[in-house]
């Protein structure tokens, strides 16, 4: 099953990236967001705006934050994705591929499906790199 909230694959690292930065002083800006994903400036900002369209996202004084909607939506990922590594390194993938490729199902995966994934591998607790699960159920 598809998730409800339809996100592109750089809406979804743009969220991950800015929510890492979590309640930290000093919040990301347009021109970091920019370098840290490897796009020019005009295309971090159509990313943006298309983020604060959604709801994900607010602008301070250039400052880049989260809103509560998007904070949720960013836990949500980072838990599916780190189900999601999991069970790719049960069968096989080393952490590595695993992480990688999450990162293209972490967000189109919907919130039942991650945690029937989650139950059938035993509840674990952290992911293979070590990080901690927490599905809430
Ligand atoms: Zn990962």
């Given at each position: 099953m598809l998730n409800t909230i339809t996100l592109t694959r750089k809406e979804r690292d743009c969220i991950v990236?800015?929510?890492?930065?979590?309640?930290?002083?000093?919040?990301?800006?347009?021109?970091?967001?920019?370098?840290?994903?490897?796009?020019?400036?005009?295309?971090a900002l159509n990313l943006i705006k298309r983020l604060v369209a959604k709801g994900m996202l607010k602008r301070e004084r250039g400052m880049l934050r989260l809103t509560d909607k998007g904070k949720a939506e960013c836990s949500r990922i980072i838990e599916s994705h780190r189900v999601i590594?999991?069970?790719?390194?049960?069968?096989?993938?080393?952490?590595?591929?695993?992480?990688?490729?999450?990162?293209?199902?972490?967000?189109?995966?919907?919130?039942?499906?991650?945690?029937?994934?989650?139950?059938?591998?035993?509840?674990?607790?952290?992911?293979?790199?070590?990080?901690?699960?927490?599905?809430v159920q």
């Open positions: 990236l800015i929510g890492e930065r979590g309640t930290s002083d000093f919040p990301l800006r347009l021109i970091e967001v920019a370098n840290r994903m490897n796009v020019k400036p005009p295309t590594e999991t069970m790719m390194a049960r069968y096989g993938l080393s952490a590595d591929e695993a992480c990688k490729l999450s990162c293209n199902l972490d967000f189109v995966m919907d919130e039942e499906s991650v945690n029937r994934i989650f139950t059938e591998l035993g509840k674990p607790k952290v992911c293979p790199h070590g990080k901690k699960i927490e599905v």
